[in-house]
């Protein structure tokens, strides 16, 4: 995998040959679907569809985002696809609190399986810091913007920018990548995607799930450096290999650590193109 993923593809897990289309379709992630996805007379299928799926090592890695934790179908979820050795990581949505992550992580998966939160509710939102802290297997948090959405009562995408940014804020905070950006719900709408993308990535997200593998070109190419940050990034890097330390390059920017290592992220994902 590569240490900058920038595309998630969900995959419903009762639809077997979907979810073998995702796993040849580019995706750098595989998000296996037990929750939203798939009807509650379909859960037991789709759990043990996965369960096969990940007995033998599929050829992207694939995480399942399980049902919630307050469902009649979590702990079963947890049984079954847990002890998978093809299961890369564990999402785990609607997390509201620590304690939450904590007896997922102690009790139903002890094994330092990664774990990631999906904050969906203004409560999840207010705790954020305090999830992405709560134990070493949570490896990153992010938005659950549909849930959110109606759990604020905001009609459009203005209304979640201070949601956004606190959930950015937290994880970095808590030394956890840059979350990626939710899906964006209209498949057709690839402009607006694009659109949408370019703001996510303005406000600090590094990537973004997706439900169709026609938005993942979108995706990669909106969070990908442009040729212009590229140029800019390489000066950085040259600069501060040649003079340790601040300084002041000819055309007047000021660089310094932090700088620098934006200039070598930057580069890092140039690598991509």
């Given at each position: 995998?590569?240490?900058?993923?920038l595309?998630?593809?969900?995959?419903?897990?009762?639809?077997?040959?979907?979810?073998?289309?995702?796993?040849?379709?580019?995706?750098?992630?595989?998000?296996?679907?037990?929750?939203?996805?798939?009807?509650?007379?379909?859960?037991?299928?789709?759990?043990?569809?996965?369960?096969?799926?990940?007995?033998?090592?599929?050829?992207?890695?694939?995480?399942?985002?399980?049902?919630?934790?307050?469902?009649?179908w979590?702990?079963?979820?947890?049984?079954?696809?847990?002890?998978?050795?093809?299961?890369?990581?564990?999402r785990?949505?609607?997390?509201?609190s620590?304690?939450?992550?904590?007896r997922?992580?102690?009790?139903?998966?002890?094994?330092?399986?990664?774990?990631?939160?999906?904050?969906?509710?203004?409560?999840?939102?207010?705790?954020?810091?305090?999830?992405?802290?709560?134990?070493?297997?949570?490896?990153?948090?992010?938005?659950?913007?549909?849930?959110?959405?109606?759990?604020?009562?905001?009609?459009?995408?203005?209304?979640?920018?201070?949601?956004?940014?606190?959930?950015?804020?937290?994880?970095?905070?808590?030394?956890?990548?840059?979350?990626?950006?939710?899906?964006?719900?209209?498949?057709?709408?690839?402009?607006?995607?694009?659109a949408?993308?370019?703001?996510?990535?303005?406000?600090?997200?590094?990537?973004?799930?997706?439900?169709?593998?026609?938005?993942?070109?979108?995706?990669?190419?909106?969070?990908?450096?442009?040729?212009?940050?590229?140029?800019?990034?390489?000066?950085?890097?040259?600069?501060?290999?040649?003079?340790?330390?601040?300084?002041?390059?000819?055309?007047?920017?000021?660089?310094?650590?932090?700088?620098?290592?934006?200039?070598?992220?930057?580069?890092?994902?140039?690598?991509?193109?």
């Amino acid at each position: 995998m590569t240490a900058f993923p920038l595309t998630w593809l969900y995959a419903p897990g009762d639809r077997p040959s979907v979810v073998a289309k995702a796993l040849t379709s580019g995706a750098d992630i595989v998000v296996v679907d037990l929750e939203d996805a798939v009807a509650p007379d379909r859960k037991a299928y789709a759990r043990a569809a996965t369960a096969e799926l990940l007995a033998e090592l599929p050829p992207v890695p694939v995480h399942v985002r399980v049902n919630a934790l307050d469902s009649p179908w979590a702990g079963q979820d947890l049984a079954a696809v847990a002890p998978a050795p093809g299961l890369c990581a564990l999402r785990l949505p609607k997390i509201s609190s620590p304690a939450e992550v904590l007896r997922i992580a102690q009790h139903a998966v002890p094994t330092g399986l990664p774990l990631y939160a999906l904050l969906e509710t203004a409560l999840g939102v207010e705790q954020a810091y305090a999830v992405a802290t709560a134990h070493p297997s949570l490896r990153g948090i992010a938005l659950g913007e549909a849930d959110l959405r109606a759990d604020l009562g905001v009609p459009d995408d203005a209304g979640l920018d201070w949601s956004r940014s606190r959930v950015i804020v937290a994880a970095r905070a808590a030394g956890l990548p840059p979350p990626a950006q939710s899906v964006h719900p209209d498949v057709h709408d690839l402009e607006g995607l694009a659109a949408s993308c370019a703001h996510g990535r303005a406000l600090g997200f590094l990537g973004r799930t997706a439900i169709h593998p026609r938005q993942l070109p979108v995706i990669e190419r909106a969070f990908l450096p442009t040729e212009e940050e590229i140029e800019q990034a390489e000066t950085i890097v040259k600069a501060a290999a040649a003079e340790p330390g601040a300084q002041a390059l000819p055309d007047g920017r000021f660089i310094d650590t932090a700088v620098v290592a934006a200039a070598q992220r930057t580069l890092s994902l140039a690598r991509r193109r």
